[in-house]
């Protein structure tokens, strides 16, 4: 009978009730899901598809029935605000923001190979740009009794999620309040990802979009919102999620000396060519994409790529999104593609191509991964290079 | 008689009653006057007494008479508003705040090693910290007439100085309308510097402080505040202080291209020992000391220092300001003074010395200069490298 009771608990497996996911995705933990598409697809729109946009789940994905979903606000004076899907799409104005989501841990790989890090092994598409729509946290704390009073004493608001893990610890993080409160914040509760109900992976039916920051406050599967004087006590808001020096190990780290990440640094990768592909000789030219993005609502306004690893560099062309107004000032929430067409250098067997991006606080990257190197392999945005052999092919006539 | 009328032209120098400066200054063009403190004396105080704060002028300083001065508000439905010292001290609140000022040209002679760049060939010390005092810019606007109605079409508040060059051209530049507006951006109409004053050098009796921004927006001699929908016309802000990609030449040059310097990029610099300087071998270590400073209200969050040319790095101790509370978030306009004391490496004859800053959205400096030259050796933020013999000292018992 205990062996029955066992095995019943062994195949009631969390993760069983997870969605069925693209196959193209690269994938880097099954359970819990985690997965980013090719780069050379991702590069291939402004709006990544949600099917491939990367997937970047702490724990099973909860089943949520829409109909009986309630978010509850919390911490304000007025007492807890309760809301069903319902409200949320009906009382309060519908916006839409494009906005980019990028893990901590993008890029991490790059890291990994200066010294083992601790995470997930993320290439270069941890990474997607999706438009996302729902009502403004600001609208919701405000109906639920936000004003100058609460302003005195609050300073985060927490999020906590419906995924839990066996023990029933759910996700959680937060964010400042004066980014959840400004009008130029654009911090949504988001029910739509590119038109559509949120998919599965992506928080149905609720979750939180906070432009400009990391992904791990953009908590999925919204169950709760508090205001608060104090940070999320999570896990992964207090003792993950933060960046150190590379001196820092495992036995020095005290997590309590370091903020917890929100807005990112200035990001850009090559998507394509990948490393270590090929360039026929006879093209005379190589078409080098790739994609860049910043936190903090700043905006990319130049990428430089070099084809001889950093002696020389050229501005590459970005591209805007079809259709989108330029954002407002302080607002570019969103990525740029960009993309360099070179012709070949004539002697050259081989080619280190490299991009760097500057965003308008003429913020750069830092050109090497050693010195920012750090014991989680999270904020891996030092210039992205990849080499390529350029071939001599026989086609000929 | 035309010689005397040429000669009384020549003798009249307008730079003549500029003030008499500070003799530890180390100048680099005395017309129009240009200034830094030495380094170690930079990093000994908190807040830079005003008389070796860095000087930086484009044109002569104008001479202005307190009672007969007028300041313009212009560009509002209401028509002008004008208003007289007296005006700005008693009809606004006074607010003060601590801040940062630096040069877009600071650390340009390292740009200059790499290849000649155009301009003042400034050290390390082309930033200081003071506090300044006076009318908030916002609620000065808000006084002339500003509403949501002038916020659908005005994007920039634009400055002209009362300095002027032999043709009558005003120093003039202009900052985005939603950092002149917010709560938060704490632009100051400034007429006290340190508790005093403005100095002459530093734009008696009205001056912009703009912080977290570059210091070539914080116009001194303030004249006139122009609400727009253009950003100033002028030289230095369609002309000058942008960044351009190392490749970029005066022969390819478009200015029209880069966004206007607004907000500045992380910094930090070691301000002792100095570069070329020796260390004893007796003392069996070395004490570094420098600033860090990060654009937009962002926090420095740590300094990296490495003694072994950037193979190893420690962190280094961040001095906050005496009796001043931590930042608000958002709004760290203040820079840190850092300071670490190692022992010597037993080996070396020689340190390279080398310090990188990280702030509170990660942004890391970058690693060497040549990638970050460009042709107006602004926004020079690499790490600093300083290199320091170790002498053996027979001083003995
Ligand atoms: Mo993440
Ligand atoms: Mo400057």
Known sequence: EDLKKQQSVTTSDPYSSDPVRHPALRVNSLKPFNAEPPPEILSDSYITPSAIFFKRNHLPVPQVDPGSYRLYIEGLPGGVLTLSLEDLKTKFPKHTVTATLQCAGNRRSEMNKVKQVKGLNWGIAAISNATWSGAKLRDVLLAAGYGPDVAKWARHVQFEGLDKDVSGTTYGASIPLNKAVSEEGD???????????????????????????????????????????????????????????????????????????????????????????????????VTVKGYAWSGGGREVVRVDVSLDGGKTWQVAQLKDGENEAPPPP???????????????????????????????????QPDSVPPIWNLRGVLSNAWHRVKVKITEDESGE
Request: with cysteine; net charge negative; proline share 7%.
């Open 330 to 364: 302080g607002r570019a929430w969103a990525w740029k593609l960009w993309e360099v067409q070179a012709p070949l250098p004539p002697e050259a067997q081989e080619l280190e191509i490299i991009c760097k991006a500057v965003d308008d606080s003429y913020n750069m």
């Open 187 to 285: 911090v949504l509760l988001a029910y739509e990802m590119n038109g559509e109900d949120l998919p599965a992976d992506h928080g149905f039916p609720v979750r939180v979009v906070v432009p400009g920051t990391v992904g791990a406050r953009n908590v999925k599967w919204l169950g709760k919102v508090t205001v608060s004087a104090e940070e999320s006590g999570s896990h992964w808001q207090q003792n993950d999620y933060k960046g150190f020096s590379p001196g820092t190990d495992w036995d020095t780290v005290d997590f309590k000396s370091a903020p917890a990440i929100q807005e990112l640094p200035i990001q850009s990768a090559i998507t394509v060519p990948a490393d270590g592909g090929v360039v026929e000789r006879s093209s005379g030219e």
